[in-house]
């Protein structure tokens, strides 16, 4: 099988079709020979609280995650891995400034609990946790902040963000071209890419869609998968829905 450093693109937000997307293909492209994965968490902005535990867990071994923590500082656990993990890669996470909530903690579990590099630039530092809205007599909406998000090792990016291991933000001129880039022109896919090669010396690169996972992306070749990490980017266009975590 052909060795593989896999990029799986996170856009938009975890949702609860995110898990068994991320099931699927981590254990269809192990089992193609990958070697090692590249999570890209840039833009996104958290989404459903429940659904990034759940992909934290197929990726972890055992270990707390997350706790809500209230305003008098009374902690609830919010998920534990089992160390039923769906693989044994190394891993790096790639992350900008609009890396936020459910995706941070994400991207801090793994970097706690599998040693996972973080690649990019500091993430946005968006640790709270929403209530559902809430609709008014007049027709409005409110969402109430309910509690802070911990890490499982008891940690707290709100306010603050993630500081990466290997840092590689956009220069103003990078930054016009960023939709434009693909799987061998962007240069924080290179940095990550060279970062995960570090790990394991594996020299090719391969890339999934996440919104079209199947087990035949493993073998697609570089052009393919370019192409699809290109159509991803184009598509991303900040917009979030109402979510359990912001």
């Given at each position: 099988?052909?060795?593989?450093?896999?990029?799986?693109?996170?856009?938009?937000?975890?949702?609860?079709?995110?898990?068994?997307?991320?099931?699927?293909?981590?254990?269809?492209?192990?089992?193609?020979?990958?070697?090692?994965?590249?999570?890209?968490?840039?833009?996104?902005?958290?989404?459903?609280?429940?659904?990034?535990i759940s992909c934290i867990k197929l990726v972890a071994p055992e270990g707390v995650l997350a706790y809500a923590e209230?305003?008098?500082?009374?902690?609830?656990?919010?998920?534990?891995?089992?160390?039923?993990?769906?693989?044994?890669?190394?891993?790096?996470?790639?992350?900008?400034?609009?890396?936020?909530?459910?995706?941070?903690?994400?991207?801090?579990?793994?970097?706690?609990?599998?040693?996972?590099?973080?690649?990019?630039?500091?993430?946005?530092?968006?640790?709270?946790?929403?209530?559902?809205?809430?609709?008014?007599?007049?027709?409005?909406?409110?969402?109430?902040?309910?509690?802070?998000l911990i890490c499982g090792d008891g940690s707290c990016f709100d306010g603050t963000g993630l500081t990466v291991d290997v840092e590689r933000p956009l220069t103003a001129d990078e930054q016009v071209s960023y939709y434009d880039y693909?799987?061998?022109?962007?240069?924080?896919?290179?940095?990550?890419?060279?970062?995960?090669?570090?790990?394991?010396?594996?020299?090719?690169?391969?890339?999934?869609?996440?919104?079209?996972?199947?087990?035949?992306?493993?073998?697609?070749?570089?052009?393919?998968?370019?192409?699809?990490?290109?159509?991803?980017?184009?598509?991303?266009?900040?917009?979030?829905?109402?979510?359990?975590?912001?």
């Amino acid at each position: 099988a052909e060795r593989l450093t896999v990029l799986i693109p996170f856009r938009w937000q975890f949702d609860n079709s995110t898990p068994s997307e991320l099931d699927f293909a981590l254990r269809s492209l192990t089992a193609s020979g990958a070697q090692s994965f590249i999570f890209d968490l840039r833009d996104n902005g958290g989404g459903i609280l429940d659904d990034a535990i759940s992909c934290i867990k197929l990726v972890a071994p055992e270990g707390v995650l997350a706790y809500a923590e209230d305003k008098a500082g009374n902690r609830t656990l919010l998920g534990s891995s089992t160390g039923d993990s769906v693989i044994s890669q190394p891993t790096v996470c790639l992350v900008n400034e609009n890396t936020a909530s459910a995706a941070e903690l994400f991207a801090s579990s793994l970097r706690t609990l599998c040693g996972t590099r973080l690649v990019g630039s500091t993430t946005m530092g968006k640790g709270t946790i929403q209530s559902s809205p809430q609709r008014l007599s007049d027709g409005s909406a409110v969402v109430v902040t309910v509690a802070k998000l911990i890490c499982g090792d008891g940690s707290c990016f709100d306010g603050t963000g993630l500081t990466v291991d290997v840092e590689r933000p956009l220069t103003a001129d990078e930054q016009v071209s960023y939709y434009d880039y693909t799987l061998d022109t962007d240069p924080q896919i290179q940095r990550a890419v060279s970062t995960a090669q570090q790990l394991t010396g594996v020299t090719t690169v391969g890339g999934v869609n996440d919104a079209d996972i199947a087990a035949d992306s493993a073998a697609a070749s570089s052009e393919a998968a370019a192409e699809s990490t290109a159509s991803s980017k184009a598509g991303a266009e900040g917009e979030q829905e109402a979510s359990s975590t912001q």
